[in-house]
Every structure is written in structure tokens, then in C-alpha cells.
């Protein structure tokens, strides 16, 4: 009887579970991801809102993806709103819809930016794109390089045009791996997954590394992520560059022995929803996720990732890779020639994503690669004459033209695959301070400052270049760090106009000794300013953080393109400038508006969070899944808070040095944080997760083992017989997912499905032309489960979960898009002349 009952339940877990893999049916259904109370029933919640359960959102826990047929409303949030009306007018009998806690109808995003490749001939000015080899060999390279490809045996063709792997022209100017490779590590075990348009695993080059559990096709829904458009190419490239097999087809990849995965996003609309499942993917064997995409490189753009993306990422550098954190490699961008920077995407600011730049084979900093202080390293790529040259789809295809931070990131992400393969139990944050001691700096950049410990960092290649070597041998002897902790000021009111000109607004918080101890907060690595500024022209704005050690983050720079109307609001920096630090001392804020014209604007208020390794790992905690509006200034409206930040105006150089100015005059004035208390939104110590945070609750790490399978608490025997049965049962539902499958292909097929893409496309252009540059929110948008008269009282136990970020809100259309950062790509430009420049800047590299 019990079996019976068990073999249900497993029938019905896996059953759920492969549904949300399931393709989904935009054109006649509609999709919601509702955050529920762990005790909460998907199936009761479906029936009360008439909803079918399609299953849990990926590796989310208490998040569910619901179905129903496609209609105009928001059939979820008209039914809570209803709900609370009836709440306010006393009604008390419970009602299951209590147990939301987060509601999102799920809309696709606008198509993916692709950019595909461009032939040689075309658009490309001719003598802009010097051939290959205008330097002349270097014998004692060349004789160097025939000795390191007898040593392995290499026979790869083009394995000599690899410059990247081994320059035998500038030497020194490559990843230094030759030896890595000749020590015996070469990426084995070590498991890298291409987050992109695909990865042609027939390719002869990567049919051998390819690793199929980690991979899939988000796109064309099913289990192999096959580059099936004509620019379907840009995944299988950086693929190559990871995992090729040292075999006779092309080249190699820096760990050629890896297990390469491809997960396919990019080639079709896709929703937040399964972006954040993408992005959790097979985490427990994917371990690194390269990801060479973000939002538009335009310089006018300030993208971050939705909710539940974001709360991915965060569950993943959590509980991926059996809890030591799944490794997030972000390209930092290919827009510095139109002054984009990497601050202003919230993929490569995130404290998850270590950011990875570009440096040319000349050790120049190639004119597209972004800088910011959320760059942690840079890696070789296309500038100074050459390309990477690379896998490319097809049986035995190779590429000679992949290029820009879309090429930086895979070979970072390969070389953090050796650096695993010898040091499989190093955490996320021990590899992003791995990557950021062992960089080695780069001449050709003057902008390099000491910091703390005796590291070089620029805001143009971030620590410097990363030397495999030197990696993996501080990998192998590394002392894993303590676990994270953080430190957040509250939010701090500003309320003052920025002066134009070279003036900056200045604003200081202090941080004590006694702050950081009770926050359990060793030493720095990260920290994040979260503001709001209202300015008529954002682009005028400049932004520094001036750590006590005098370090100084250019939070933000000036864009000549940005003429967002919108400032900052709520918008998170991040800088790890100030890796190593103690913290304690004065933080000084500079904002600028560099420009005396009729924009001018007000600086709201700030908060500062510093994160870092924990003084007692045993005390530590793990942070709580973010809220859509943790990061909103909600209290603004409240005379809450008795600190006042210390103001001043000064007159610093647009670009301070380390010996900026004191500011005097904030002496007398500091301001004199409290120790913040509960009713702050922010709190200094590592507080238990609050109701919202089911995840942290279970804060071990999770094994792959679905979390209750042990908790039936049975005997051996009847263990044993539960194993038994599993395997009954998988076989149940493999049979069960693949007649699922096929049936849902075959009703795609008869579909007119290509069509409705279109249409919606249309409809977003739509939506954008209306609002005629005065963004405005999108329906069926994120929207707060609770949003109408949130400030009503009875609600004090739901968390609020408000609109997701202002400045995507008021963009209208344009905030999805996410588009394939590659130097020798080009996109369909949506704005006409505006980026032709520099488009054709780019292709004439
Ligand atoms: C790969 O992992 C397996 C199992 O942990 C281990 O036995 C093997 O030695 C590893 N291979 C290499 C080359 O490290
Ligand atoms: C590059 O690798 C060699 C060993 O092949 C090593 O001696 C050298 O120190 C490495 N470069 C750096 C900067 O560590
Ligand atoms: C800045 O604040 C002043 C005074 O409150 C206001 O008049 C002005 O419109 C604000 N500027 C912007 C850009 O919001």
C-alpha cells in the first residue's frame, strides 16, 4: 500500500518536474511564476485561480510556473487584488491565495539581440582588417611552440594560428597554458556550459567533450541545443575555444579535455522564466556558465536582470555544484567605442558574474571592450590585427573571425575549468579572488592604482590579464575563504541639487570598526552602491567611490550617447577596486554633472553595502533571496530614518586621483549611523531570512538527490526498495516525457508558430513607437502581487514585492533585450544612424 502511494508520488515529482521543460505554448496560453509559502499547495492555488500547475520554476524552490489559456488580463493579479479588497472589508476566513507571496505573468522578452556573423567582404572597408601575420615569427617561439605540440601530441591544423593558446610572434602575449597543459591538466572533470545560441555537438571538434546532461535547447525546446538559424554560430565558437579536442579537426580549446555543454537562449524569444531555469541548468554538474550576451552595448542602455533571473544566479552561487556556487563568466561588453561601461548592465555588475574584458595580442586594450570597476580580469581576444580563431558549426568547420569580450569570456571560462579540474572544491568567491590575485597587469594601460593589498587594478582590464599558469598554481595550494558576509548602511537621504561643471556633490558614510565585527565582516571584496539620482540628461553624470584606504571607483562614467531623462533610480554599482580592505573609515560618494547645460538634477539618496569573508564562518549566513524591491528606497516616503548624510560641495578634478582633496568640512558634520535596527530596510548583521526566504532556511547544500527523498526516514531495506522503484519510475517518466515530447512537437509542427514571434515583436515596436521615448510600463510587466494600496494596513505579513526597477520600467520596450556581444558581429541596429559609426568602428577591426 505504502509502495503504491510512494511510486505516486514519484510518478507525480518527476512528472512535475520534467513539465517545466516542457515547451511552452505562447501563442495559446499564458505563464505565471508564483512565489508561494513552502506549506502552500501548487495544486490548491491552481484550482482556486483556474490555473493548471505546470511545475516548480527550475531549481527554485516554492516558485511554480502555472498555465492558463491566453487571455488580456492578469487573471492572477485580478484575483488578488480582489482578495485584499475583501481582506480590508474584514473578511477572515483564510484563503489560499494568502500564500502568494510573489506573482508574474511571464511575457517574452523582446527577440534576443543576435548578432550573427558578418562575411569578410561585406560592409567591412577594405585595408581596415590588416591580414593575419604582419609581424614576423619569433624563432625561439616557433621552436618553442614544435616542442610543445610534440610534447602532447597536437596535431590540430590551425592550432599554430591559436596565438591566444601560444604567440609565437609577441611573446608572453598569450594565456600562458603550454605548461599547465604539459603538467597534465587539461580540464578534466571540469565542466563548462556555453549559455548562447546553441553548440553543434556533431562537430567533430566537440563531439567528444560534449557533455549532453548539461545541455539544452531553451529555444526549440528539447534536449540538444543544435545551432539550427544561418547565424546559429556564435555558441559553437566560444564552445571551441573552451573544450575543442586535441584531435586532427581545427583547433584546440584551453581545456581541451573538458566537458563542454551548450544551453540554447539566444536564438528565440524566451521570458524571465526561463532565462532564470536556463541559467540553473543541470547546476550540479554544469560548473562554470559562460555567457557571452547582455543587454545592448549602445552606451545609452542601463539593463539589469529581472527577479527572478537575478534570484537564479543568487540560488546558484548557493546551492549549484553541491553548495561551493555555480561560476558565472560574464563578458564585460563591446560598447567602450560609444563610452558603454559595464556598470550599466546588471549581469556583469552582479557580485555572481566575475566580468571578463578584452586585451589585443599587442597587449593594447582593444577599442571595444568596456571598462568599469565591476571588471574583475581581461583575457585575449580580436584588436591589434587578429581575431581568435576557433570551432565553428559544421562536421569540420573552423572560424577565423570570432572576436570582441564574446571571445574573452569562454577562455576565461576555460582556464577557471583547469583551475577546477585540479581544485574541484573551491568556492565561487575562491575563484574570483584566485582570478583577481594572480592577474598580471598590462603596460599599456595608465590607469592602474595600488590598492590594499598590494594589487594593481584599472578600470580598463580590471586586475590585469589572466595568466593560466600562475592560476592553477595558486589554485592548487589555495586556502578556501570563509564564508560571505555583509555589511549594508541604511538608506541615506541626500535631497540636494549636483552643481554642474567640475564640481562634484560630495556625501560621506562612515563606517567603525564595531560595525563590521557585529556584521561579521572580515575584509572586503565587493561593494555595491544602490541610488537614486533624478537628472534631466543621464549621460552627464559621473560617479566615484572613494574607499578609506583613498582607493577610488569610477562608479559610473559619462556617455555621450545617454540622453535618458530618467537619472538613477534604484540602480546598483559595483566595484571590486576595493578587494582587501578593512572597511572601516569614511566612504565618500562624489557624483558629478559634468556638464553645464539646461539638464540639471538632485541626488536623492544612496545606500552602501559592503560585502566580504566573514570573521566566524560558523556564524554566517546565507543571504536571502532578493525581493524585486530590495533594493527600492521604499521607505523614502517615512520620516524613518535620524541620519543624515553629511553633504558638502566641492571642487574636485573630474577624475580625482588617490589624493583627492579632504573634505573638511564633513568633519563636524559626519554623520552618525546608528546601529541599524530592525525597522531599517537594511540591517549590518547577516539577519535570519525573513518569511520570504524558505531557500535559506535549507541552507545546507543540496545534493542532487531531490531535497525529501531521505526525509521519509525509512529502513535499509525499505531504502533499498525506495531505489528500486526509482529506477521503475524513472524509466516511467522518460517514457512518459518523451511521449509528452513528441506529442508536443507534432502539435508545434502543425502550428503556425513562427508567426506569433512576429506579431509580438510587432507589438513591442508598437508599444515603443506610442511612448515616443517617454517609456512607459508595459503591461503584464512585473508587477507587484500586492501592488494597489499596498500601504494599507493587514498586509504587514506578505512581503511586498514592487515593481522590479524603475529605469526598466519607464524603458518601455527596450529592457529585455539581451543581444550576443561579439567584435566581428553585427546587429540590426534598431535606432538607424545612431550606432552606424560605430558599428562600422567595429567591423573595421
Ligand atoms: C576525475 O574524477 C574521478 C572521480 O572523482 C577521479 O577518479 C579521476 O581521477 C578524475 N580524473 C582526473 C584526470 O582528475
Ligand atoms: C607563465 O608560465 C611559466 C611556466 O610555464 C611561469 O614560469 C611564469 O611565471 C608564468 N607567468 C606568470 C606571469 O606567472
Ligand atoms: C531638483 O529639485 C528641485 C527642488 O525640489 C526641483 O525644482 C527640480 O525640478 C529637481 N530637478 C530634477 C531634475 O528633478
Redesign the pocket.
Known amino acids: 500500500m505504502r509502495g503504491i502511494s510512494l511510486v505516486g508520488l514519484f510518478a507525480l515529482t518527476c512528472f512535475t518536474s520534467a513539465a517545466n521543460l516542457l515547451p511552452r505554448n505562447y501563442e495559446a496560453s499564458d505563464y505565471y511564476v508564483l512565489h508561494l509559502d513552502s506549506e502552500a499547495a501548487p495544486a490548491e492555488i491552481a484550482k482556486r485561480l483556474g490555473l493548471s500547475h505546470e511545475g516548480q520554476l527550475g531549481e527554485l524552490e516554492d516558485h511554480h510556473i502555472f498555465s492558463a489559456a491566453r487571455h488580456e488580463d492578469d487573471r492572477v493579479q485580478d484575483a488578488i487584488t480582489a482578495r485584499r479588497k475583501l481582506r480590508k472589508r474584514g473578511a477572515s476566513q483564510s484563503d489560499v491565495l494568502d500564500s502568494v507571496k510573489l506573482a508574474q505573468k511571464q511575457k517574452l522578452k523582446p527577440r534576443m539581440e543576435k548578432r550573427g556573423i558578418i562575411p569578410v567582404t561585406k560592409d567591412r572597408p577594405s585595408g581596415a582588417f590588416p591580414e593575419r601575420g604582419i609581424e614576423v615569427e619569433d624563432p625561439v617561439g616557433v621552436a618553442r611552440q614544435a616542442e610543445v605540440k610534440k610534447i602532447l601530441g597536437i596535431h590540430d591544423p590551425i592550432f599554430n594560428d591559436q596565438w591566444h593558446l601560444y604567440n609565437n610572434k609577441q611573446l608572453g602575449h598569450d594565456v ?1 597554458v603550454t ?1 599547465v597543459w604539459i603538467q597534465g591538466i587539461t580540464g578534466h572533470n571540469a565542466t563548462v556550459a556555453i549559455v548562447d545560441d546553441g553548440l553543434d555537438m556533431y562537430s567533430e571538434d566537440l563531439m567528444q567533450n560534449y557533455f549532453a546532461e548539461g545541455s539544452y535547447d531553451f529555444n526549440d525546446p528539447g534536449p540538444e541545443p543544435k545551432p539550427k538559424l544561418s547565424d546559429d554560430r556564435h555558441g559553437t565558437r566560444c564552445a571551441g575555444e573552451v573544450g575543442a579536442a586535441k584531435n586532427n579537426v581545427c583547433g584546440v580549446g584551453v581545456a581541451y579535455n573538458s566537458r563542454i555543454a551548450g544551453i540554447r537562449i539566444l536564438s528565440k524569444l524566451i521570458t524571465d522564466a526561463d532565462e532564470a531555469i536556463a541559467l540553473n541548468y543541470a547546476y550540479q554538474q554544469n560548473q562554470i556558465y559562460s555567457c557571452s550576451w547582455g543587454p545592448p552595448d549602445d552606451g545609452k542602455s542601463m539593463d539589469a536582470p529581472g527577479i527572478l533571473i537575478k534570484r537564479a544566479m543568487l540560488n546558484a552561487v548557493q546551492r549549484g555544484r553541491g553548495g561551493l556556487g555555480s561560476v558565472y563568466v560574464f563578458a564585460s561588453g563591446n560598447g567602450a567605442a560609444s563610452e558603454d561601461n559595464c556598470n550599466f548592465d546588471g549581469y556583469t555588475n552582479s557580485i555572481y558574474s566575475i566580468t571578463v574584458g578584452a586585451v589585443d595580442r599587442r597587449g593594447d586594450h582593444p577599442y571595444y571592450s568596456e571598462k568599469c570597476s565591476a571588471q574583475l580580469v581581461v583575457t585575449y581576444s580580436s584588436g591589434g590585427g587578429d581575431q581568435i580563431v576557433t570551432t565553428d558549426v559544421g562536421a569540420n568547420n573552423c572560424a577565423t573571425t570570432h572576436g570582441g569580450t564574446s571571445a574573452a569570456a569562454p577562455l576565461a571560462a576555460g582556464i577557471f575549468a583547469l583551475v577546477l579540474s585540479v581544485r574541484p572544491d573551491l568556492t565561487w568567491r575562491d575563484m574570483q579572488s584566485l582570478a583577481m590575485q594572480t592577474a ?1 597587469t598590462i603596460d599599456s594601460a595608465d590607469d592602474w592604482q595600488t590598492t590594499t593589498i598590494g594589487k594593481k587594478f584599472s578600470h580598463t582590464f580590471g586586475y590585469g590579464k589572466i ?1 593560466s ?2 592560476i592553477v598554481e595558486a589554485a592548487k595550494t589555495f586556502k578556501s575563504l570563509k564564508p560571505q558576509a555583509w555589511l549594508y548602511s541604511p538608506w541615506i537621504k541626500v535631497n540636494k541639487p549636483i552643481p554642474q561643471g567640475d564640481q562634484g556633490l560630495a556625501v560621506t558614510y562612515e563606517v567603525t570598526a564595531d560595525m563590521l565585527k557585529d556584521a561579521n565582516l572580515e575584509r572586503l571584496e565587493h561593494v555595491t552602491v544602490t541610488m537614486n539620482v533624478e537628472h534631466g540628461r543621464r549621460g552627464d553624470l559621473s560617479l566615484d567611490l572613494i574607499s578609506p584606504d583613498n582607493l577610488v571607483s569610477h562608479l559610473s562614467a559619462t556617455r555621450k550617447n545617454d540622453d535618458s531623462p530618467n537619472g538613477y533610480a534604484d540602480w546598483t554599482f559595483m566595484s571590486v577596486v576595493h578587494w582587501g580592505e578593512s572597511g572601516i573609515g569614511t566612504w565618500k560618494l562624489i557624483l558629478r554633472d559634468t556638464t553645464v547645460n539646461e539638464h540639471s538634477g538632485n541626488f536623492t539618496d544612496f545606500h552602501i553595502k559592503l560585502w566580504g569573508e566573514s570573521i566566524d564562518a560558523s556564524k554566517a549566513t546565507l543571504l536571502p533571496l532578493p525581493n524585486a524591491n530590495d533594493d527600492d528606497n521604499h521607505d523614502a516616503d517615512k520620516p524613518s530614518s535620524t541620519i543624515s548624510a553629511t553633504v558638502s560641495t566641492t571642487s574636485l578634478n573630474p577624475v580625482p586621483t588617490s589624493t583627492t582633496t579632504p573634505l573638511t568640512t564633513d568633519q563636524p558634520n559626519r554623520p552618525v549611523p546608528p546601529k541599524p535596527t530592525s525597522t531599517l530596510t537594511s540591517s549590518p548583521t547577516p539577519t535570519a531570512p525573513s518569511d520570504d526566504l524558505a531557500a535559506s532556511s535549507t541552507a545546507a547544500p543540496s545534493s542532487w538527490l531531490p531535497g525529501w527523498l531521505p526525509r521519509f526516514g525509512f529502513g535499509p531495506k525499505t531504502t533499498i526498495w525506495m531505489y528500486a522503484a526509482t529506477v521503475l519510475i524513472v524509466g516511467f517518466c522518460i517514457g512518459l516525457a518523451i511521449y509528452f515530447y513528441l506529442a508536443r512537437r507534432k502539435r508545434l509542427r502543425n502550428s503556425a508558430r513562427d508567426n506569433y514571434e512576429f506579431d509580438l515583436i510587432r507589438d513591442d515596436e508598437e508599444t515603443e513607437g506610442l511612448t515616443g521615448g517617454r517609456p512607459k510600463r508595459r503591461a503584464g510587466e512585473l508587477y507587484d502581487a500586492f501592488a494597489a494600496g499596498s500601504d494599507e494596513e493587514g498586509l504587514s505579513d506578505v512581503e511586498e514585492e514592487g515593481e522590479e526597477y524603475r529605469d526598466v520600467a519607464r524603458r518601455g520596450g527596450m529592457e529585455a533585450e539581451h543581444h550576443v556581444i561579439g567584435g566581428d558581429s553585427e546587429s540590426e541596429s534598431e535606432d538607424g544612424d545612431d550606432g552606424r559609426g560605430e558599428k562600422d568602428a567595429l567591423r573595421g577591426e
Do not use: F, K, S
Open positions: 600562458n605548461d598580471v595568466d599558469w600562475a
